[in-house]
């Protein structure tokens, strides 16, 4: 059975940094995609960033510059970086782990709020 660990979330002010981070169990980690959604209250949830099996990369237009998604093999984590964090980047956070022809997983979401 497949389970995602996620933390790392919490309330920041504008322009501070967060790293969230999903630890994944019962799972071949490299030979997955992976990604972080969010969703705000009232709004789908969006696709962050991802990152395939392979290493590459992609992000949302509006966190471009400012976050970072990577992975640790060895220890099974899925990271996203985020600095520069401003109010509209608040929503709960998913981490998600995509298997190449099979199902998708999804973590329980970790609340980030960005406030003054």
Known sequence: ??????????????????????????????????????????????????ITRLGSTNYADSVKGRFTISRDGAKKTLYLQMNSLKPEDTAVYYCNIQQVGGVAYWGKGTLVTVSS
């Open 1 to 50: 059975q497949v389970q995602l660990v996620e933390s790392g979330g919490g309330l920041v002010q504008p322009g501070e940094s967060l790293r969230l981070s999903c630890a994944a169990f019962g799972i071949f980690f490299d030979s997955n995609d992976m990604g972080w959604y969010r969703q705000a209250p009232g709004k789908e949830r969006e696709l962050v960033a991802k």
